[in-house]
């Protein structure tokens, strides 16, 4: 299949680009400019020159595809309104047909768990930060009335290759001699490695009906807590972490801060009963604990 891909060059987009090239498809990237354009030729990856504001560059390039996978995401104040009306064009271009179009969302949309395992029946409580994607899930599991192969994923915590949001936590913690947490650090968090989650959006984009939405996520029960001292043993600064209270991570980190206090539990069986998707990778504390091996490769 010809995909399109927004964010090709992103941490998830990246992932499910080299995801799909693996598994036999074509790739095309969107991209703003011209040295993006020339990441995505060296990445094997067809560029085609837009942004998420230019409709006609995005409709343009959904036609020509035989899927859309939509990864694009930042938290700045014009998201929202972007990221909905960048849906609705890619949307109304795959109207009236059997394309998939893959939407990511975030298992932040949930709230609080309150220490039950959510699935993706659990109720929208977003945090502040993500408020407004509900709405646009709405609008992609809308668009199944109208033809097209709409499908929802919602990842944990995403980590692996050194990046994603733990990267900032160990960045602060080699700053400031002690890795941030808040509050008690008993609350959980569930976390997917970014390869394992490439590759659940693939076999969605495969196979998965119409109108589905997936959580991709480890189902094992880990708090922030052991996130924080796991960082802080692979900075050879064991014990070292900085309980913060919730006001205090709101100064450091704005609205941020209440996603990252969030408790949640959830389950992915699913994407496992309906795609046979299992996580594969090492579990996120061992990845950071790993984490100052490959950083020690890297500097000799």
Do not use: C
């Not at 949640?264 to 046979?276: E, K, N, P």
């Amino acid at each position: 299949m010809k995909v399109f891909l927004t964010s090709a060059t992103g941490y998830i987009g990246g992932a499910v680009a080299r995801s799909l090239m693996n598994s036999g498809h074509a790739v095309v990237g969107l991209a703003r400019s011209a040295a993006a354009a020339q990441r995505l030729q060296d990445a094997g990856i067809q560029p085609h020159r837009g942004d998420l504001t230019d409709a006609a560059s995005l409709q343009a390039a959904a036609i020509q595809a035989d899927a859309v996978i939509h990864t694009a995401a930042t938290n700045d104040a014009a998201m929202p309104t972007v990221d909905q009306q960048a849906t609705q064009v890619l949307l109304a271009a795959l109207a009236d047909t059997p394309k998939p179009f893959v939407y990511t969302s975030g298992i932040w949309v949930m709230g609080n768990t309150k220490g039950q395992v959510a699935d993706e029946t659990w109720p929208f409580d977003p945090t502040p930060i993500v408020a407004w994607r509900p709405a646009v899930e709405e609008l992609v599991l809308a668009a199944a009335q109208a033809g097209v192969r709409s499908l929802v994923i919602r990842p944990g915590l995403v980590y692996g290759h050194g990046g994603g949001l733990l990267a900032m936590l160990r960045q602060t913690g080699q700053a400031t001699g002690a890795v941030p947490m808040i509050e008690s650090g008993d609350y959980h968090g569930a976390f997917v490695h970014v390869d394992d989650l490439a590759r659940l959006y693939v076999q969605a984009m495969e196979s998965a009906p119409a109108g589905t939405v997936l959580i991709g996520a480890n189902d094992a029960a880990i708090t922030m807590g052991q996130v924080a001292d796991a960082i802080a043993q692979s900075l050879g600064m064991d014990g070292q972490v900085q309980s913060l209270s919730l006001a205090n991570a709101r100064e450091r980190w704005g609205a941020l801060a209440d996603a990252l206090a969030l408790d949640q539990q959830v389950t992915s069986d699913r994407a496992h009963q309906l795609l046979g998707w299992q996580p594969t990778a090492i579990s996120v504390l061992d990845d950071l604990i790993q984490e100052s091996d490959r950083s020690e490769a890297i500097a000799a």
